[in-house]
Every structure is written in structure tokens, then in C-alpha cells.
Nanobody, 118 residues
Framework: QVQLVESGGGLVQPGGSLRLSCAAS????????MSWYRQAPAKERELVAG????????SYRDSVKGRFTVSRDNAKNMVYLQMNSLKPEDTAVYYC???????????WGPGTQVTVSS
């Protein structure tokens, strides 16, 4: 059974940090690129950051560059999103996604809430 489970969300003050984790199981993790998305109320889901299957390549949306860092541990089937210098506009539900374009498969986690507020 495929599972992606995010954790680490919560309430943080502006300028603070959070580290999100996503635990994967039920599929061959190292064969999948991983991404973090977010969705704020009344807004469309947007891509935040991505990391290749080996971890050798990463990408970020412009608004989080220099503040967020995506990483993965293929030995532990984990992907992380370190978020620093958080802003109120980072408030959203954060989702992790696994994609294997060769197999035409993708999986989503249920999401974790991040709220940045004083």
C-alpha cells in the first residue's frame, strides 16, 4: 500500500523556521522524483520545490529561493523541506508528491498545515 505522510507543520511566528518531513512507503522510493506543493485558502495548489530521484538536482519557486531547502534520504525513504525566514504568505497546507514519469505514476500525501502568524 502506497503511503506518503507529511509531518512537522504547525504555527510559527514570522521569521521563524520549520522542517517538514515526508515519510514514504509502499513503492520504490529511490526511483521517484519528489516535490513539495502548497495550497493556501481560496488559491490553487502550487509547486514549491522539487528534488530528483538521486537528490542531485533541486528546484524552487522564486518566492522561496534562499529560504527553503529540499533534501531527501533514500536510505530512510524520507524527503524534507527546511523552511527558514517564514512569512505570513507561506501559510498553506503543504503536500509532498512522488512522481515517476517513466511509469506514469504519481502519489500524494494528505498534507500538513503551516501557519505563519504573530
Amino acid at each position: 500500500q502506497v503511503q506518503l505522510v507529511e509531518s512537522g507543520g504547525g504555527l510559527v511566528q514570522p521569521g521563524g523556521s520549520l522542517r517538514l518531513s515526508c515519510a514514504a512507503s509502499g513503492f520504490t522510493f529511490w526511483q521517484y522524483a519528489m516535490s513539495w506543493y502548497r495550497q493556501a485558502p481560496a488559491k490553487e495548489r502550487e509547486l514549491v520545490a522539487g528534488i530528483s530521484s538521486t537528490g542531485g538536482s533541486t528546484s524552487y519557486r522564486d518566492s522561496v529561493k534562499g529560504r527553503f531547502t529540499v533534501s531527501r534520504d533514500n536510505a530512510k525513504n524520507m524527503v524534507y523541506l527546511q523552511m527558514n525566514s517564514l512569512k505570513p504568505e507561506d501559510t498553506a497546507v503543504y503536500y509532498c508528491k512522488a512522481v515517476n514519469a517513466d511509469y506514469g505514476k504519481d502519489y500524494w500525501g494528505p498534507g500538513t498545515q503551516v501557519t505563519v502568524s504573530s
